[in-house]
Nanobody, 115 residues
Framework: QVQLVESGGGLVQPGGSLRLSCAASGSISSVNGMGWYRQAAGKQRELVAFIIIGGNTNYVDSVKGRFTISRDNAKNTMYLQMNSLKPEDTAVYYC?????????WGQGTRVTVSS
């Protein structure tokens, strides 16, 4: 069983940057896919970006060119580099990992983009 813990959230001004981390309690080298989701107040949780075991990535249109997802299997950690942050990026960010029949979720980290 893999446990995921997010960190790196906080308050940042518009245009600023943050890097979120998702640390796993066990090896992620065999976890097929990992992704970042976010949930803003009063809205449904949405997929922001994901990375699969071969390294391919995908992003929701609203963050393309601003966010970069990566994973370091040696450190059992996934990252989300967020640049040019906008107020509409404000949300609780969750990481998720999944295999064929299993999924893991973190507890979330809050990101607030405000002046």
């Amino acid at each position: 069983q893999v446990q995921l813990v997010e960190s790196g959230g906080g308050l940042v001004q518009p245009g600023g940057s943050l890097r979120l981390s998702c640390a796993a309690s066990g090896s992620i080298s065999s976890v097929n896919g990992m992704g970042w989701y976010r949930q803003a107040a009063g809205k449904q949780r949405e997929l922001v970006a994901f990375i699969i075991i071969g390294g391919n990535t995908n992003y929701v249109d609203s963050v393309k060119g601003r966010f970069t997802i990566s994973r370091d299997n040696a450190k059992n950690t996934m990252y989300l580099q967020m640049n040019s942050l906008k107020p509409e990026d404000t949300a609780v960010y969750y990481c998720r990992g999944w295999n064929k029949a299993t999924e893991y979720w973190g507890q979330g980290t809050r990101v607030t983009v405000s002046s």
